[in-house]
C-alpha cells in the first residue's frame, strides 16, 4: 500500500511524515545507577499544519521480565524503509497497554526542518532541529538529520532546574524497520560518559 501524507501536514515537514500517528511498544532501561527494568512507552506525533511536529512521549515501567536487547546503533542498516518511497508503515497486530505500570518519564517538544543544510550533509537527508521539554525539569535541544527513513540526534544545549538531574549530553537514533518504529538513547549523567541508556520497538497504532 502506498504512503501517502497526512491531511494538512505542512510541505515543510514532509521528510518527517512517517513519523505522524500513535505509536506504542515495549523497551527496556539499563544505566549505571539504575536497575536494569522494562517500560512501555506511548509515542505521538502529530500536527497543526505548522511548519512542524509536536510529540509527546510516556514511559512507564513494568514489572516484567526483560526483553532481549535491540540491535546497537552499529548494528542497524545505514538505510531503513522509507515511505515516502512507496512503503506504508505496518500497524499492530498486539501491543502492550499504554496505561500499565507506574510512570518513568514524560516528555513533549517541537519537531522541525532545518533550511540550513550543514557542510557534508548528504543529498538525500534533511537537517532537523528537536526541542525536548522533560517534566523532571531538563530542556534540551537537539540537531541531526532525517533521511531514508532514519533520523539521528544529539544535543546541542541541555537546560536544567536545580533539583533536575544533571545529564549532560544525549544521542538519539530512530528507524523504520519493517513498520516498526525502533529508537535507542545514549545518556551522559550521573558522572558516567555518553553510553547506552534505553531502546524501544513500537507498533503503529
Do not use: C
Not at 531514508?148 to 533539583?163: M, V
Not at 529508537?183 to 524501544?200: C, H, I, T
Amino acid at each position: 500500500m502506498a504512503f501517502s501524507f497526512p491531511e494538512g501536514l505542512a510541505p515543510e515537514v514532509y521528510p518527517l511524515a512517517w513519523l505522524v500517528g500513535h505509536w506504542r511498544g515495549e523497551g527496556v532501561i539499563d544505566y549505571p545507577g539504575i536497575d536494569k527494568r522494562t517500560f512501555v512507552q506511548h509515542l505521538v506525533f502529530d500536527h497543526d499544519g505548522g511548519p512542524y511536529l509536536r510529540f509527546e512521549s510516556t514511559l512507564r515501567v513494568l514489572d516484567s521480565v526483560v526483553p532481549d536487547a535491540l540491535p546497537a546503533e552499529g548494528e542497524w542498516p545505514e538505510r531503513v524503509a522509507d515511505p515516502a518511497e512507496g512503503e506504508a508503515p505496518a500497524k499492530a497486530t498486539g501491543t502492550p497497554s499504554g496505561d500499565a505500570g507506574t510512570v518513568w518519564s514524560t516528555e513533549t517538544g517541537y519537531w522541525r526542518v532545518s533550511t540550513d543544510r550543514p557542510e557534508g550533509l548528504e543529498d538525500a537527508k534533511h537537517a532537523l532541529e528537536v526541542l525536548v521539554s522533560d517534566a523532571s525539569g531538563r530542556l534540551s535541544l537537539y540537531l541531526g538529520a532525517v533521511g531514508n527513513g532514519r533520523i539521528d540526534l544529539a544535543t546541542d544545549f541541555i537546560a536544567r532546574t536545580s533539583t533536575a538531574t544533571e545529564v549532560s549530553a544525549s544521542k538519539r537514533l530512530y528507524g523504520l524497520v519493517e513498520g516498526r518504529l525502533l529508537w535507542v538513547e545514549e545518556l551522559a549523567a550521573f558522572g558516567e560518559p555518553l553510553r547506552s541508556y534505553a531502546s524501544a520497538e513500537l507498533d503503529r497504532l
